[in-house]
């Protein structure tokens, strides 16, 4: 499908464009709600709030996943506990990566006059952050052949390594650990 095809959901208040009305919903709340107006996902054993419920799926997958419902006899890997969380200043926004802090702090907080937009050259779409727009042209204007990560339990398919990673440990980890 070519990118001019593609029906876009877009937001009046800024250059801000999506495929699907569930990203758009997510950057509205992410981006141009009061504090007092955005629905909190908060977790169940730590402080973490997220303000798109995928991400506070992959936080607890990743950062609490439950070790007492499966016994790891042969590995010593004892995972630690203490997380270190960095705050935001200017809302109740939580990382435990500083890298995560930042990027928020850019998306979120940065005067409209201070941005450095990275404009896509092939479409109007425009991003605060490079790596938005990298990940933008990867999904809709990659031209030359895509090297597919493919699962080996199932037809799922992956164009980012790490997405096959995190696809394996939701999906078929437990599969594995009952063979």
Not at 36 to 49: D, G, H, L, M, V
Not at 64 to 81: G, M, R, V
Not at 129 to 152: A, F, N, Q, S, T
Request: one cysteine or more; aromatic letters at 12%.
């Amino acid at each position: 499908m070519h990118h001019l095809d593609i029906k876009w959901y877009e937001y009046k208040q800024c250059p801000y464009k999506a495929k699907q009305m569930v990203n758009l919903k997510t950057h509205i709340n992410a981006r141009h709600l009061d504090e007092a107006n955005i629905t909190w996902y908060e977790c169940q054993k730590c402080p973490y709030k997220a303000r798109d419920k995928r991400n506070l799926k992959r936080h607890v997958s990743s950062r609490h996943f439950d070790k007492q419902s499966y016994e790891f006899e042969k590995c010593p890997f004892k995972a630690s506990t203490s997380v270190k969380w960095h705050e935001c200043l200017k809302c109740p926004y939580k990382a435990t990566r500083l890298s995560h802090l930042k990027r928020h702090e850019i998306a979120r907080h940065l005067d409209e006059r201070d941005v450095k937009w990275y404009e896509c050259k092939k479409c109007p779409f425009k991003a605060k952050l490079g790596h938005y727009l990298k990940r933008h042209g990867i999904r809709l204007h990659l031209d030359e052949e895509v090297r597919w990560y493919e699962c080996e339990e199932c037809p799922y398919k992956a164009k980012k390594k790490w997405n096959l990673k995190m696809h394996m440990n939701s999906r078929h980890f437990s599969e594995k650990l009952n063979k």
